[in-house]
């Protein structure tokens, strides 16, 4: 069986690349879910704050994932949905399986990835102290809670601030349970600022900064957890030990995008985003396959990832209905001081415009992001506010685009 296109994942990033695929003249699609249904992440998000941006109304994670699922009705997109995919090869083979149809090798004109990320593990981040019961991904407990029906645990302590923690926090309160602390290593917050606000101010849970879970207790099950403060070199400084009597411990200690399937296509891969290296279109390395959403780097807000996989489903489109766009006349994109990391890598030469998005690497007040052209300044865009927690965005117009004279951009931070 042959596809124009053949979207892997069916979460908020796979439904917006096929609709916007669609939109764009192509017809025959196929999205693969290894989920029983569509929505991804989303369907364990019943709180609210989806939305704000793409439309303008503020939606919990079914209704946002509700409103995209409903859309594919009006379309002639198959879906396919509890089937696992083992293998994509560089000539876009898909190698997948299900009950129903058993093994299946699938040929796509064009794909996209749109896998989605996986959270990091207590193997991941090496915590000393015992094995017992009680020790989950905060996004595992989500799902126990919010899909399952299932009540993890009552005095609670959670590692790590990323978005996840921050709001397992609040929901773990308005279930009964006790949230004694929320601990992060780093000197800041990795969650949005209004997650810290609404999920841990708000319900009067305390955040310590700069520390880290040193001893965890209990045979059969976490009886009790010790965590301290740490220096610069991110080691327990002896005498600020606090113990908490608990019975679970969360864990929402990073992301990483889930790209086993991107390697096993050969796609060059960035080791600063964990996700595959794209051109401004969402195009990898390897012709006609694009990448979009938390795979490719790891979203703060699922709007931008919505913009993001639109951009790669037209994109999609154009690649089999013109052909393949010329790749070796490119800008490269490089992050300069302060900057993680920037997507997309490389722009064409030929693009009218490019939007580039990046994550700082500390806090920065009234400071400046700089876009330098080799050696040359480019454009210098104010902030007021820089986060780690919040990803960046920013625009190169197409009359900047035109002044560009090297083959090198390079994002870094001005500090005022």
């Known amino acids: 069986m042959c596809y124009d296109l ?19 003249g192509l017809r025959n699609i196929l999205i693969i879910e290894r989920d029983k249904e569509l ?28 409103k995209f699922i409903k859309m594919l009705d009006d379309t002639n997109v198959k879906v396919m949905t509890d ?15 299900n009950t129903a149809d058993g093994y299946q090798i699938l040929n796509g004109k064009s794909i996209v990835l749109a896998m989605g990320c996986r959270e990091r593990t207590r193997g991941a981040i090496s ?16 799902r126990y809670v919010n899909i399952e029906g299932h009540m993890v645990g009552k005095k609670v302590v959670i590692l790590g601030s ?77 005498g600020t030990e606090i113990h908490f009597d608990c019975d679970t411990i969360l864990l929402s ?30 195009e990898t390395s390897v012709d006609g ?18 913009a993001e996989s639109q951009k790669a489903g037209k994109a999609a489109a154009d690649y089999v209905l013109n052909g393949e766009k010329e790749k070796s006349d490119y800008i490269s994109l490089a992050n300069g001081n302060g900057v993680g990391y920037t997507v997309p890598q490389k722009i064409r030469k030929s693009a009218d415009e490019a939007e580039i998005f990046f994550r700082v ?13 080799g050696e040359t300044r480019l454009a210098k865009f104010k902030r007021e506010h820089l986060a780690p927690g919040e990803m960046e965005k920013i625009k190169i117009p197409n009359a900047l685009m035109k002044k560009i004279t090297s083959d090198k951009l390079t994002v870094l931070i001005e500090e005022a």
């Open 6 to 24: 053949i979207v892997i994942g069916g979460g908020p990033a796979g439904l917006a690349a096929a609709l916007s695929a669609y939109e764009n």
């Open 39 to 66: 929505g991804g992440i989303l369907n364990q998000c019943i709180h609210n704050g989806f939305g704000l941006h793409y439309f303008k109304e503020e939606l919990t994670g079914p209704e946002y994932a509700g």
């Open 83 to 97: 089937t696992m995919v083992l293998e994509l090869t560089k000539d876009k083979k898909v190698h997948c399986v």
């Open 127 to 142: 915590i000393p102290g015992t094995r017992p019961a009680g020790i989950l991904t905060a996004g595992a407990a989500q």
């Open 162 to 238: 990323g978005d996840i923690g921050l709001i397992m926090a609040r929901r773990m309160t308005l279930e009964g349970a006790k949230v004694l602390a929320c601990v992060e290593l780093m000197p800041y917050s990795g969650g949005l600022q209004r997650n810290i606000v609404q999920c841990l101010h708000d319900f009067d849970i305390p955040l310590y900064l700069s520390h880290t879970i040193i001893d965890i207790e209990g045979k059969n099950r976490v009886e009790g957890v010790t965590i301290a403060e740490v220096g610069a070199d991110r080691k327990p400084i002896a």
């Open 253 to 282: 200690v990073g992301l990483i995008p889930e790209n086993e399937l991107t390697k096993t296509a050969d796609i060059e891969m960035d080791g600063r985003t964990n996700g595959s290296v794209v051109y401004e279109n969402m």
């Open 289 to 306: 396959i694009f990448a979009c959403g938390n795979v490719v780097h790891v979203h703060d807000l699922v709007d931008f990832v919505t």
């Open 361 to 373: 690497r500390q806090i920065f007040k009234n400071s400046a992001i700089v876009v330098m052209d």
